[in-house]
């Protein structure tokens, strides 16, 4: 049974109807929805859902995942659907690569979160990075079905294409919008045959490579997601390009060993003098 503090806390149990391997180091999980609780996980493109279990030693392990799936009309079933990758020594994530079965119940939070696109006609782009491709997969698939004058670029950044996430669902959007669907991958540990050259899509690479591509002036939302190095290198690109800042929106995933902003100097004690 339910507890009603979970459900006060908009945690509800929620059965995995699918598992599906996207990659040898990720998975895409789906949750069955009941219909007394649709509108409750009706969702926005870009939103995400918390997820809980309980540790070996008691503990509460906690973390958050954006839907992938696009945002379902009014009337139909949401779809729950997130794309987790494993990280190594992980708590979550590698519970979720190596035990989470179809039947088994977690604990899963209303979906939350501001990094969203309500469809509107527009030119928009996204910057991501690994797993960062995951709500911007709903953004993008939700934008383009529902609002035919938008148009959406998205680049991406991936080590290998072995490791691509949602490499089928992106070239999909790419078959069915060819004219209003772009897309740029960099790969930063393998060459392509086609396509630009290997490396890391760092702050100096974006700012000389998002001109060549879009007309920066007229894009009307940035969406950068991953993590810290490339969200705030992609930011720093595009505001150096003269973007605004309220064209520009984040959704940071982790922050990478080496790229955490350094914390603010300490302010140094006055001593009064003697
Ligand atoms: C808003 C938001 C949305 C997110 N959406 C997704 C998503 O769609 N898909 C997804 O796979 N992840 C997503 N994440 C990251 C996710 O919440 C977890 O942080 C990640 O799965 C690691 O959790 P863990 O319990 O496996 O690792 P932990 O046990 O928390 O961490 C183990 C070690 O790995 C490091 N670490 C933590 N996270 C990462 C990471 N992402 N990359 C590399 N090292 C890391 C930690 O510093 C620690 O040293 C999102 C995070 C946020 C804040």
Same mark, same amino acid.
């Given at each position: 049974?339910?507890?009603?503090?979970?459900?006060?806390?908009?945690?509800?149990? &929620?059965?995995?109807?699918?598992?599906?391997?996207?990659?040898?180091?990720? =998975?895409?999980?789906?949750?069955?929805?009941?219909?007394? &609780?649709?509108?409750?996980?009706?969702?926005?493109?870009?939103?995400?859902?918390?997820?809980? *279990?309980?540790?070996?030693?008691?503990?509460?392990?906690?973390?958050? $995942?954006?839907?992938?799936?696009?945002?379902?009309?009014?009337?139909?079933?949401?779809?729950?659907?997130?794309?987790? *990758?494993?990280?190594?020594?992980?708590?979550?994530?590698? $519970?979720?690569?190596?035990?989470?079965? =179809?039947?088994?119940?977690?604990?899963?939070?209303?979906?939350?979160?501001?990094?969203?696109?309500?469809?509107?006609?527009?030119?928009?782009?996204? =910057?991501?990075?690994?797993?960062?491709?995951?709500?911007?997969?709903?953004?993008?698939?939700?934008? &383009?079905?529902?609002?035919?004058?938008?148009?959406?670029?998205?680049?991406?950044?991936?080590?290998?294409?072995?490791?691509?996430?949602?490499? %089928?669902?992106?070239?999909?959007?790419?078959?069915?919008?060819?004219?209003?669907?772009?897309?740029?991958?960099?790969?930063?540990?393998?060459?392509?045959?086609?396509?630009?050259?290997?490396?890391?899509? %760092?702050?100096?690479?974006?700012?000389?490579?998002?001109?060549?591509?879009?007309?920066?002036?007229?894009?009307?939302?940035?969406?950068?997601?991953?993590?810290?190095?490339? =969200?705030?290198?992609?930011?720093?690109?595009?505001?150096?390009?003269?973007?605004?800042?309220?064209?520009?929106?984040?959704?940071?995933?982790?922050? %990478?060993?080496?790229?955490?902003?350094?914390?603010?100097? *300490?302010?140094?004690?006055?001593?009064?003098?003697?």
């Amino acid at each position: 049974m339910e507890s009603s503090a979970a459900a006060r806390a908009g945690f509800h149990p &929620l059965r995995v109807s699918e598992v599906d391997r996207l990659t040898d180091d990720s =998975v895409a999980v789906t949750f069955a929805v009941p219909p007394e &609780l649709h509108e409750a996980y009706r969702h926005l493109p870009g939103q995400h859902l918390a997820l809980r *279990r309980t540790g070996e030693q008691g503990e509460e392990i906690r973390r958050t $995942y954006s839907i992938c799936a696009p945002a379902s009309p009014a009337g139909e079933p949401p779809v729950l659907r997130v794309g987790i *990758r494993l990280v190594d020594g992980g708590s979550f994530s590698t $519970y979720a690569l190596k035990e989470l079965t =179809v039947g088994d119940l977690v604990e899963v939070m209303e979906p939350r979160g501001r990094f969203t696109l309500a469809p509107r006609p527009g030119h928009f782009a996204a =910057v991501v990075g690994g797993s960062g491709i995951t709500p911007v997969l709903s953004i993008a698939a939700t934008l &383009l079905a529902r609002e035919p004058e938008a148009r959406f670029c998205l680049i991406r950044s991936d080590r290998t294409a072995a490791s691509t996430m949602f490499l %089928d669902e992106v070239a999909d959007l790419k078959d069915r919008y060819p004219d209003r669907f772009q897309l740029i991958t960099v790969l930063s540990r393998e060459e392509q045959q086609a396509g630009l050259p290997s490396g890391r899509l %760092d702050r100096e690479r974006l700012a000389g490579l998002l001109p060549a591509l879009l007309p920066v002036d007229s894009i009307d939302g940035w969406f950068l997601c991953g993590p810290f190095g490339l =969200v705030q290198g992609a930011e720093q690109a595009l505001r150096g390009l003269g973007v605004d800042r309220a064209r520009i929106h984040q959704e940071i995933f982790h922050v %990478d060993d080496g790229s955490a902003p350094a914390p603010a100097p *300490r302010p140094t004690p006055r001593r009064t003098p003697p």
